[in-house]
């Protein structure tokens, strides 16, 4: 079982749709991260908070917005997406900080469909 | 830069068989090294690490064995299941400096076992 919980699993939602993705962790980490991936392809990093504060964005388009509550939680905003970000999202947590070199921890992902 | 190199798949073996996944790496600082496993429709899940030289790390039959000298880290399984069929990805991450801790994966090998 998975330590780190995403809701929803699936998500199907057309381009003027406004929807969010959730990240939940208890594991007591600081760093926290959102990935995208494609079929068959490794993670690709999309933004990172450390503790709670965003530290790395990947040049990611601003339809995507994300938001960190408080140090469990981490929340992805969709906004106008394209057919090109369909794809499984994956949150991911570690010990430490952003430059530490612990292993980060996966969910299970949201699979994300936009038509 | 950091980058990670694993051998290509897909990689197809009859149950019991011995299983090499072949990883190496180029590294800016001394990096840790992690294999990662995704099973069809999940997230990622951290199967083994190994933090310095030398290190062998192991979990579920699986190992792997950090060499500075080959910069390398195999994976091996002495006998393989049906169920260790999924997508394994090689990722190392080096703490500290302009890779801020970022997770460098390689593109994955894809395993089948055939009963």
């Known amino acids: 079982d998975t330590e780190v919980t995403q809701t929803p699993k699936h998500l199907v939602m057309g381009m003027t749709n406004k929807k969010s993705l959730k990240c939940e962790q208890h594991?007591?980490?600081?760093?926290m991260y959102w990935y995208k991936q494609k079929a068959k392809k490794p993670p690709e990093l999309m933004f990172v908070y450390s503790y709670e504060k965003l530290s790395i964005n990947e040049s990611v388009p601003s339809r995507f917005s994300p938001e960190c509550p408080n140090s469990s939680l981490l929340n992805l905003h969709l906004h106008a997406l394209q057919p090109e970000d369909s794809a499984l999202y994956l949150c991911?947590?570690?010990?430490?900080?952003?430059?530490?070199?612990?292993?980060?921890?996966f969910g299970d992902g949201t699979r994300l469909s936009i038509l | 830069g950091n980058s990670v190199t694993q051998m290509e798949g897909p990689v197809t073996l009859s149950e019991e068989a011995f299983l090499t996944i072949n990883c190496t790496y180029t590294?800016?600082?001394?990096?840790?090294l992690f294999w990662y496993v995704q099973y069809p429709g999940e997230g990622l899940q951290l199967l083994l690490k190994a933090t310095k030289a030398d290190d062998k790390g192991s979990n579920k039959g699986f190992e792997a064995t950090y060499r500075k000298e080959t910069t390398s880290f195999h994976l091996e399984k002495g006998s393989v299941q049906v169920s260790d069929s999924a997508v394994y990805f090689c990722?190392?991450?080096?703490?500290?400096?302009?890779?801020?801790?970022?997770?460098?994966f390689g593109q994955g090998t894809i395993l089948t076992v055939h009963p």
């Open positions: 590294a800016t600082g001394y990096p840790s």
């Open positions: 991911a947590s570690s010990a430490g900080d952003t430059y530490s070199n612990q292993p980060q921890h």
């Open positions: 594991m007591g980490h600081r760093a």
């Open positions: 990722a190392l991450r080096v703490a500290g400096g302009t890779s801020y801790g970022k997770l460098t």
